[in-house]
């Protein structure tokens, strides 16, 4: 469910993200003021934590200045904050790859903007590589989700011979006229940059996710395995 959406339903502006870890304590960052104009992974200020975006995930070395991102540019997501865990019981070893001089190396993908506020693209596994070109598949949700007939949707790395990874993309519709995902696709090609364009489709009647109501892209693409996809030239060419 798109932000402005979920301020319909709730019947306030008062929505916003927050944005916490177990290993940090809960929630690390957000938004002092939630009535402000939604826009895709937006969180906001650390909330009592420090938060760095880093050209490196790299837990063996100690970080230098150079490993910071610019505003704008995205990276990994590194957070100091007084509440961060001693370490994992009993995995020293998953400690030493999370945990660096009081810096939690936390997965994610995202960048400060000018402003100094925290937005999300994703976690770094989910990340497509397609011949060195990374994508973020929330990107996509996000231009499927401002689709009024779609209920859902989940985009996934697939393999490609060529390119190495593609886009696959599961969607859930209203209905599955042909005008209807004519109409989809359309509004995808105005605002993805083609190599962000998914390569083949499923229609799901839902889309897998976690006990806590979380993506699982990994079942969502076996899922897809073995179903046939659109044939999107025959749709398209009507």
Avoid at 41 to 52: D, K, S, Y
Avoid at 128 to 144: E, Q, T
Wanted: with cysteine; hydrophobic share 40%.
């Amino acid at each position: 469910m798109a932000w402005e959406d979920i301020r319909k339903w709730t019947g306030t502006r008062r929505v916003c993200n927050a944005y916490g870890i177990t290993e940090t304590g809960s929630w690390v960052a957000g938004l002092d003021d939630a009535d402000v104009p939604a826009e895709d992974g937006l969180i906001g200020g650390g909330w009592g934590a420090v938060i760095q975006i880093l050209r490196t995930d790299d837990t063996t070395r100690p970080l230098q200045l150079e490993d910071r991102c610019s505003p704008n540019e995205s990276g990994y997501v590194w957070l100091n904050t007084p509440a961060l865990m001693k370490g994992y019981f009993g995995r020293d070893d998953l400690t030493a790859k999370a945990v660096l001089d009081g810096w939690f190396m936390t997965g994610d993908i995202g960048f400060l903007d000018d402003r100094g506020r925290l937005l999300l693209r994703g976690r770094e596994r989910d990340e497509i590589n397609k011949g060195g070109m990374k994508i973020y598949p929330s990107d996509i949700d996000a231009v499927v989700e401002r689709f009024a007939k779609a209920s859902d949707v989940c985009a996934f790395a697939l393999d490609d011979p060529i390119y190495g990874q593609s886009v696959g993309v599961a969607i859930v519709l209203t209905d599955h006229e042909d005008a209807t995902i004519s109409a989809l696709h359309t509004q995808m090609r105005s605002q993805l940059a083609d190599h962000k364009m998914p390569s083949r489709w499923w229609l799901l009647d839902d889309i897998p996710r976690t006990s806590r109501g979380k993506l699982n892209r990994e079942a969502v693409k076996i899922a897809c395995d073995g179903r046939p996809a659109l044939d999107l030239p025959s749709i398209l060419g009507k």
